[in-house]
């Protein structure tokens, strides 16, 4: 068996790379395939025993019944062509997701004929998408479009492009499975996943003019706080540290000090964290960059060939993240 799989996979490998990558696929006469089911063949094999039969006692209504059931399945064949060729598939592009995590892979299926179409399913090829099981099933209006969402999972951080999908259908009978191969040109960006449990934030590195007066916080966290003053802003007001002290059975609120953060930067530095490889520091960094965006802290980024200067707001940890996922 492991020859014959390897074979198939070979094959499959082969007829995926003739095809042309493209986000918007307009199935047509070229590009859908039909073949019988098993309950097919097995409706093909009873028609040929009612032949046999029929010809044998020479039976008009086993004539009959036969040449009926045949037309019927002639007909099937027909529709369920009909009912995959003519629509066009878009996909959207996805959104970044960290590695192991399944990106959500957003497919447009538009029908711009008259006549509506019926269990449709689109799904990731590969062996655990072999099986219909896994296919996502819709149905498109007439002269409408609808949406599905297919799920891909990567487990290495990078930019991947996505696996070819596949459009099926059984409608109307289930003797018949037509369907497309579809290779999308979007590719995913995937983050390094971060660490279950990091550690605290390191602390923060003086800036040049106040060497002698950074202050560091014994506990290991960079961000300086003080006592709440009436008028400090919300965003300003440390909600973890809050927790803690309402946790305890106080009400103290600490905002950010303000003069210590001008006194010192938070470098996330991939040299100084502690961890023993490359992959595992990637990951400390990027639990690093999502507790500092959490804390709402600046701060800055050192990896491999690559320095960004202290920042925060959902574009900065994009640009971070983008950075380890590609370094």
Known sequence: MAPLHALRQRLRQWFHARLPRTDTLLLTQRNVYILPTRAGWMLALTLLLLLVGSINYQLNLGYLL????????LTAMHSSHANLRGLTLHLSP???????HAAALDIRLG????QARHGIGIGVIGEASASDNHLAWTDVPAQGSTRLQVASVFPRRGLHALAPLTAVTLFPMGTFRVWTVWRPAAQ??????????????PP???QPGFAGSASVQTTGEFDGVRAYRRGDPQKSIVWKKAAQTFAAGRDDLVSRDALSTQRQQLWLDHTRCGAPDLESRLSRLTAWVLMAERMGLDYGLRIPGRELAPDQGPTHRARCLEAMALV
């Open 111 to 114: 029908n711009e004929q008259g």
């Open 204 to 206: 923060g590195e003086p």
């Open 188 to 201: 995913v960006l995937v983050y390094p996943a971060p660490e279950a449990h990091p550690p605290p934030l």
């Open 94 to 100: 996805p959104a970044p997701v960290h590695a192991g």
């Open 66 to 73: 036969t040449f009926l059931l045949a037309g019927s399945a």
